[in-house]
């Protein structure tokens, strides 16, 4: 059955590295902000400006809507030249104005965050950044802006990591690559002619644990994103698939399948050492660790099909959450300990849905038909999953809050196993 499975997420077609972002479903009651474009001085970089950037991050995350600039009946860049009346027959809910000014070699940036009904400030802040990286500059901003109005932090400075195949002299060519949230800055961090699968992001966002085949057979493997140094660190007999590593950054969770049946690991990193925490005769695979670092979610076929179970600790007995349909795989637990995301059939189709831990509540949050591999936005109002649109294979990004969705395909071919990173302070 696991080998099944691995050949069903092999199946891919050509892509390329970049992604594009396709915004496909927004929602009626999106709060309204004006993102008036920043004054500018000095020779700043051409391209993407930074209010625009910002005006992107905000409509992406399902919770906003923006005014476009054309629209707007003034281009105020400091408090003291707003005029309030303006913007509330506009029908803005809340105001960013800013200045962007050329500093030698970097760029410095001063921005505001008005509250159109109250008229008062509510953020101001100055930041700086090299004049090449503009873009890290924006993120931050919208992370700002974000946690202002939602108490919420953003995760707009936060990457993702995913993979692609392509067709190199008519062999298949795997790439492992990070990028932005919107699909921007795409880098390659690893090409193979074998499947790579799974990545995983480190607590400190420096290394990602991924399976590759790149021997013949499944490996775990930690890359240190900094250097490139890569460490093969679980190659046994048989299965070697599913890491997730504990809150601390110092053990992995692993399904391993060295003693004949497929069964959870803990390996500690520094030493190599091996804990098993599952024992069945069914297939207990993907594993994750709950928020409070000390249970553990994953998928066992133990009841006679696969569905979600929970250990409590180590040493607990397993108790089964999901009861909603014949199919539930591949928990993936939010940051706050509210909710566990899976993928779940229902009718033939496999969507992503959710169970609230403390009532036991089902939601199913998609629309889409073959959904796969979950990862929650390190706030947790956010989720990207790989899906089918029009017979390729997107990245789809949809607000748990609103049900509002972006997508980003791959430019040519398929694009899938997403991973969001953590928020790094």
Do not use: C
Not at 57 to 85: C, H, Q, W
Not at 285 to 295: I, P, Q, R, V
């Amino acid at each position: 059955m696991v080998w099944s499975l691995l050949l069903v997420l092999l199946a891919a077609m050509p892509a390329q590295a970049e992604l594009l972002i396709r915004i496909t479903e927004g929602v009626e009651s999106a709060i309204p902000v004006a993102v008036v474009p920043f004054k500018e001085s000095g020779s700043l970089p051409a391209g993407d400006k930074v209010s625009d950037i910002v005006r992107t991050d905000l409509n992406i995350s399902g919770e906003f809507s923006t005014l476009a600039p054309e629209k707007m009946l003034s281009l105020p860049s400091r408090g003291d030249e707003v005029y309030f009346r303006d913007w509330r027959l506009l029908g803005q809910r809340y105001l960013l104005v800013g200045e962007i000014r050329q500093l030698a070699d970097r760029a410095s940036v001063r921005f505001e965050l008005f509250d159109v009904t109250s008229e008062k400030r509510i953020l101001g802040e100055t930041a700086g950044a090299p004049l090449n990286n503009l873009r890290s500059l924006a993120h931050h901003i919208s992370d700002k802006v974000y946690e202002a109005i939602t108490g919420v932090p953003g995760v707009f400075s936060t990457r993702l990591a995913y993979v692609t195949l392509q067709s190199a002299n008519g062999k298949p060519l795997y790439k492992l690559q990070v990028s932005d949230v919107d699909g921007k800055r795409s880098r390659v961090r690893l090409e193979s002619d074998e499947p790579i699968l799974s990545p995983a992001w480190s607590p400190d966002g420096r290394r990602l644990a991924y399976v590759s085949f790149e021997t013949g057979k499944p490996a775990v493997y930690i890359h240190e994103l900094a250097s490139g140094q890569r460490t093969r660190i679980a190659s046994f007999p048989g299965l070697n698939s599913a890491p997730a590593w504990s809150p601390d950054g110092r053990s992995l969770l692993l399904t391993l399948s060295k003693d004949g049946n497929a069964e959870i690991y803990k390996m500690d990193i520094a030493s190599r050492s091996l804990s098993r925490l599952t024992e069945h005769w069914s297939i207990d695979t993907e594993a994750s660790w709950a928020a409070d670092g000390e249970g553990l979610f994953f998928t066992s076929d133990r009841s006679g099909g696969p569905q979600i179970y929970y250990k409590e600790s180590e040493r607990a007995e397993p108790r089964r959450i999901t009861f909603g349909s014949r199919y539930n795989a591949r928990p993936r637990p939010s940051a706050d300990g509210k909710f566990v995301y899976y993928v779940h059939q229902h009718n033939g189709a496999f969507q992503i849905a959710r169970t609230n831990l403390e009532t036991g509540q089902e939601t199913v949050l998609t629309r889409t038909q073959l959904d796969e591999s979950p990862s929650v936005s390190p706030n947790g109002r956010m989720l990207i999953y790989a899906t089918k649109q029009g017979g390729q294979s997107v990245l789809t990004v949809i607000s748990s809050e609103s049900g509002a969705s972006y997508t980003l395909p791959a430019s040519e071919g398929d694009v899938r196993e997403p991973a969001w990173s953590p928020i790094i302070r």
